[in-house]
Structures are given as C-alpha cells and as structure tokens.
C-alpha cells in the first residue's frame, strides 16, 4: 500500500477494498503479536537444518557457516523450531515492548 | 412491438433474466424458485441464452460461484428461497462488501421448522441486513420490470452492489399473469453490456477480497454502508427512467389512497394487492383508509416514508414474519424508530399475517381498519387460533 494502513480515510479505499498494486504482501510484516521469540546458541547447534525445515512460516534462514538464524518480521513465536532442535541450541525467550 | 401474453411469473423473471443478457446463472433449485433456474437452464441448454450455466451443490456454492463469476467481470444471475437463502447467507455479506453486483430473485417462502414449502418473508427478513439492495414486487409484470432494472441499478458505477428482487412464492411465483415482456431491442437501449470497474484477469491482476486488519475494517465498511445510502438517488434515477421508456412508472415508495386520510396500512409485497382491494371496499362503505407501499426495503427509502406518513394518526403495519424474539416484526421497528426519530406523533399497530402461505382475506384486514390491538401491547398474530 501506498501507506501505513492506519492513515487511510474511508473514501481513499478502492471500491470493494481491491488492491490494485502486485506483491504488496511484501511491505507487510506479520511478526508484530509474537509473545516469545527463538534465541539461537550456535555453540550448541549442529547445523542439522530442522529449524529451517520445520517452520512453519519459513522465518528461519541461513546464515554464515550453515547456521541459521530467525527473520522477527514473520516468525509468530510458536517454539516448533525450539522444539524440534535436538541438542537444545534454541531458546525461547520472552519478549517485551 | 410488446403485447401482454398470459405466462407463469417465474417463466417470465427467468425471461427477463435472459433478456437483460446474462452471462452467467449458478443456481441450486428450491421449492418455490425452481421454475425460474429450471427455465433458464433450458434456455442455456437450447442455445437461446448464450450464458455459462454452472451446476451446483448447494446454495452456498452457488453464491460463490456467482462471486467468482463477477469478480471476472460476468453479468451474474441466481434465484434461491427460504432455507436456501439461509445457506448462502454467509456469503451474501462477502457478494456485497466487495461489491460485486449480482442479481438475486428471492422467490419469498417460511422457513423450517415446522417444514413449510409455502409463502412468507421470514427467510428475506433475516436477511435484510446483508449489505444488499432489496426491491419488493407486488405483482408479475413487476418482477418482470424490477428484474430488468436491478442489473442497471446493481452495475451502475455509483452503486456496484448486488440486488435482491423478492417475489412472494406462490402467490407471485406460480400464478399465471398478463404480463408485458420488453423487446430485446428495448431492453438492449435500457441496459448497456456490464462494463465492470475491476477483474479478475491475468493481464492485470488486482486482489480482491483481502484481509482487513483492525486499522482499515471501520472504514471499510464505512464506505461500503455510505455507498448503500447512497444508492438511492441512483435507484429513483433508474426507476424514473424505466417509467419514462417503458409507460409504467415506479417509485421507492408507492401510494395508494393515501391522501386527505389518518390511517395507512403499511406492506411489502404482493399482499398490497389484497390490500387494496380492502382499501377499494372501505371506500365504498365510505370510509377512506390509504396504502404506503415499500418497493425498496434496503436502502430504507427513509424521506420518501416519511413524507407519505404526514399527518398520519394511526399506521398499521402489516408483515409476514414473526418477531423472532424481538418486542415487534422487523418491519414495524424500522418504522416505530423512524415515527420516533421525526418526532411524529403517530400510533403504530403490528400485524403478523401470512405466515407459511396462509391466506390473507381482505376482510381480515377490514378488521384491522376497524379494530385496534388490545393487550396493551401493539402487536396482533392476525387469524391465530386462541
């Protein structure tokens, strides 16, 4: 969108709320209600590749050296890939704002 | 040239459908609306109708095929009654909050349970805040024209809602009636082809029917609620230029004998026949009683009531359906809160009749005229036996 989505008036909306620009999903970041987020211990990890794999919302991505880390802008803190790492080297925290 | 023939009403609705062109039906058929998607899935099936005829399972799979179909940008058809309008509700609300302008005959039946083929308003009235412009015909040549009007009404760029046109079952639905059927070149200069604002196509994509978040919901269904409001001044535009073209003119709110006396009935549909034929009697008793007919229900055609109710003592409001819990019917609270609003000082009376096809006889509502509700409370189930 053109804008943040809270400045929009009501009669700044397309008819039928159409979005008419392609792959605007891109501006929109959906990591905002996360309670917890994955904290990664790369001394502990063995670059096994389940956090990737698992995601749910395919947030974690590669890093230098084959290890891995999480984009905040979308992971939801559901703890999957804390969770499914076998030697522990993720670590749910809680966050505050 | 156009001479009236003798025809079933839901043969011709399905006509008119044909001649405002239609390019695509998705229908479910339901007892009483049947004979309209049966006739138009002939007429597609024997090439006189160059339309895509979609076969569906349900009439929630109807109304979403009818979405997708307009979405595309087709001008889109489809008729359902009682249970069947309840299975599409859901998806009533998605056809009007994006705007897609479909057109709906509703062919008006009571709901189960107790299982009722027969008519009533109770299925359109817990309907009647799903965001669609809704039109009430009194009589086949009506549901004709209103079938007509609703795509030009619907597709207008001022308005790109859908309309619902109700039609009584059975007492509209199945009866035989001289009706006037446009010609095709008539109805061509009336309706343009649908030149939609937005489609789906993969030359220019576009989403529709997008996520809204707590930021943007309010104002989207503030515009959605300011373009039914304002779909008024275009419904009136339309029905005057109908009236013009075609030698039968139609208003929001109709009249009749209304002038010069203190009580009204107040209706929707083809009961205002039965009532004027009381009104016809009275008059000859020498008592005068008029008639404030609403064609358009949604939007509530609120100045246009409430200069025909001036100088008004006592209204009676006469619906087929039941309160559902409420203190009055649908209809009546939309009223009393207008009498209240305007500061009018007017009695109103509710009236339940008609309820699962029973007949309404116009000397029932000769009693209405004479009688008022007792009980301290204004409401009368008319002919329930006590």
């Known amino acids: ?97 | 040239m156009t001479t009236k023939k003798g025809i079933e009403v839901s043969i011709a609705v399905a006509d008119a459908a044909k001649l405002a062109r239609v390019e695509v039906v998705a229908a479910y058929p339901i007892t009483p609306q049947t004979h309209i998607v049966e006739h138009l899935s002939e007429i597609v099936a024997n090439g006189e109708l160059e339309a895509k005829y979609i076969n569906v399972e349900s009439e929630h799979s109807a109304m979403s095929a009818c979405c997708g179909a307009s979405a595309a940008g087709a001008r889109t058809f489809t008729s359902t009654s009682a249970q069947g309008l309840e299975l599409m509700h859901e998806i009533l609300f998605i056809a009007s909050g994006m705007r897609l302008p479909i057109v709906m005959a509703t062919v008006n039946r009571a709901l189960s349970s107790p299982l009722s083929i027969w008519g009533d308003q109770s299925d359109v009235m817990a309907a009647r805040d799903t965001g669609w412009i809704m039109l009430f015909c009194e009589n086949g040549q009506e549901c004709v024209d209103t079938t007509i009007m609703a795509f030009k009404i619907a597709e207008d760029r001022r308005v790109l809602l859908p309309v619902m046109v109700n039609l009584d079952g059975f007492s509209l639905s199945h009866v035989i009636e001289p009706i006037v059927l446009p010609s095709q070149e008539d109805v061509d200069a009336f309706l343009p082809p649908y030149s939609p604002l937005y489609t789906l196509h993969p030359d220019k994509p576009v989403t529709m029917g997008a996520y809204a978040m707590p930021e943007l919901y309010t104002e989207a269904k503030f515009a959605q609620e300011t373009a039914i409001q304002n779909s008024k001044v275009v419904v009136d535009e339309i029905l005057e230029e109908f009236g013009k073209k075609s030698g039968r003119p139609y208003k929001a709110v109709e009249t009749y004998n209304n002038d010069g006396n203190d009580f009204a009935f107040i209706a929707l549909g083809s009961i205002c026949e039965n009532i004027k034929t009381c009104i016809d009697d009275l008059k000859s008793e020498g008592r005068e009683a008029g008639l404030i007919q609403l064609r358009l229900f949604r939007p509530f055609p609120e100045d246009d009531f409430v200069k025909a109710i001036q100088g008004k003592k006592r209204l009676a409001i006469i619906e087929r359906a039941m309160p559902g819990g409420a203190s009055y019917g649908p209809l009546y609270n939309e009223i009393a809160t207008l009498i209240h609003t305007h500061g009018l000082n007017i009695v109103a009376e509710d009236y339940i009749c008609g309820l699962g096809g029973r007949d309404v006889q116009p000397e029932e509502l000769k009693n209405v005229f004479a009688t008022s509700p007792q009980k301290g409370k204004n409401i009368t189930v008319i002919g329930v036996r006590e």
Not at chain 1, 23 to 51: F, I, M
Request: negative net charge.
């Open chain 1, 1 to 97: 969108m053109a804008k943040p989505m809270d400045q929009y008036k009501w009669h700044e909306l397309k008819v039928g709320c159409v979005i008419e620009e392609v792959g605007n999903a891109n501006e929109y970041k959906t990591g905002d209600w996360r309670s917890q987020k994955p904290v990664h211990d790369n001394t502990k990890c063995t670059r096994c590749s389940l956090c990737w794999l698992f995601c749910p919302d395919s947030a974690v991505f590669e890093i230098e050296d084959e290890y891995f880390d999480t984009n905040l802008d979308y992971c939801k803190g559901c703890g999957i890939c804390a969770k499914e790492c076998k030697p522990g080297a993720i670590t749910m925290v809680e966050e505050e704002r």
